[in-house]
C-alpha cells in the first residue's frame, strides 16, 4: 500500500556578456523611430561550443492552440468499484507465481511476492467485506516477515508491520476483538521505529495519530485508563506534522480527539 528526482543539469563554464548597448542620443545622434534595441544576450560556454539564450519575452505572450491531446492525470478507482472477480483473478495469480519460488533459495522474491498477496487480499477483503480475506491477507504479510526482520531489512520490515496495522484497522470494523486492536497497536509501534519524526515527519505524523485512535478505542473497550494516556501521547506527537496552517481538518479532528481522550 505504499505505499508509499530529477537532477538538474549542471552547466558549467563561465558566463559571458555583450558590451552594454549606449543609450540613444548620447554621440549626439537622435534616435530613428523605427530602431529599437536589443537586449544583451548571454552567452553559455559549454566546453568549446556556444549556446545562446534567447532573452526572455516580458510583454504579451499569445495562447498557443494544438491539437494535441494533453494526458492528464486519472483518480486511482475506489477498491469497491472493482468488481470481486478482478481481485480473486489477481491474488490466483500471485498465488501461482508464489508456489514456483522456494522461500529458501529465493528468500527476497519469496518476501515481496507475499506482501504483494497481501496486498491483493486486502484489496479483496475490503471489496467483500470478509474476515476470511482479512485474515489471509494478515497471514501474507507475516510470511514476508519470516524474510524482511528489523536486523536485515528495516524499511520493509516498517512497511510491512504498518500493512498489517491497517488491515486490522479495516478488519476491525467488523469486530471489536481487543486482541485485534493490541496487535494493530503493536504492528504501528513497530513500524516508527524506521518511520521516525526526524527522517520522515509525514509518515510518522499519520502513524502516530492512527495509533491515538487505537488506543483510544482499546481504552473504550477495556476500560484501561492507561490506554488513554498513551493515546494522548500519540495525539500530540501527531501535532508535530499536523498543523492548523497547512492541515487544518486533521488538526481539528485531533484536537477534538485529544479532548475525548481527556
Known amino acids: 500500500q505504499k505505499a508509499f528526482d530529477s537532477e538538474d543539469t549542471d552547466i558549467s563554464g563561465e558566463l559571458e556578456l555583450y558590451d552594454e548597448i549606449p543609450e540613444a542620443g548620447t554621440d549626439g545622434q537622435e534616435e530613428s523611430p523605427e530602431e529599437t534595441l536589443e537586449e544583451p ?7 568549446g561550443e556556444t549556446e545562446e539564450k534567447v532573452p526572455e519575452n516580458k510583454g504579451f505572450e499569445p495562447e498557443i492552440v494544438t491539437d494535441e491531446l494533453v494526458e492528464t492525470e486519472q483518480p486511482a478507482p475506489d477498491p469497491a468499484e472493482i468488481p470481486a472477480d478482478k481481485y480473486l483473478d489477481k491474488v490466483k495469480s500471485i498465488e501461482k507465481t508464489l508456489s514456483a519460488v522456494n522461500s529458501d533459495e529465493n528468500p527476497e522474491e519469496y518476501g515481496n511476492i507475499s506482501i504483494e498477496l497481501g496486498y ?3 484489496m479483496l477483503a475490503n471489496n467483500e467485506n470478509s474476515s476470511k480475506y482479512y485474515g489471509m491477507a494478515i497471514t501474507s504479510y507475516r510470511n514476508a516477515l519470516k524474510v524482511f526482520t528489523e536486523k536485515s531489512d528495516k524499511q520493509k520490515f516498517a512497511e510491512v508491520n504498518w500493512n498489517i496495522a491497517n488491515t486490522y484497522n479495516d478488519f476491525t470494523r467488523q469486530s471489536n476483538d481487543l486482541r485485534q486492536y493490541k496487535d494493530m497497536i503493536n504492528c504501528y509501534s513497530r513500524s516508527l521505529s524506521y518511520y521516525t519524526v526526524e527522517k520522515f515527519p509525514k509518515e510518522n505524523g499519520e502513524i502516530n495519530y492512527k495509533l491515538g485512535k487505537s488506543n483510544y478505542y482499546l481504552a473504550e473497550n477495556s476500560g484501561d485508563p492507561k490506554s488513554y494516556e ?9 501535532l508535530k506534522y499536523y498543523n492548523k496552517q497547512y492541515t487544518p481538518v486533521e488538526f481539528a479532528e485531533i484536537h477534538k480527539d485529544l479532548g475525548v481522550s481527556y
Not at 498513551?230 to 501527531?238: G, L, Q
Open 41 to 47: 544576450v548571454e552567452v553559455f560556454d559549454l566546453g
Open 120 to 122: 491483493a487480499y486486502h
Open 230 to 238: 498513551t493515546a494522548i501521547v500519540n495525539f500530540n506527537e501527531a
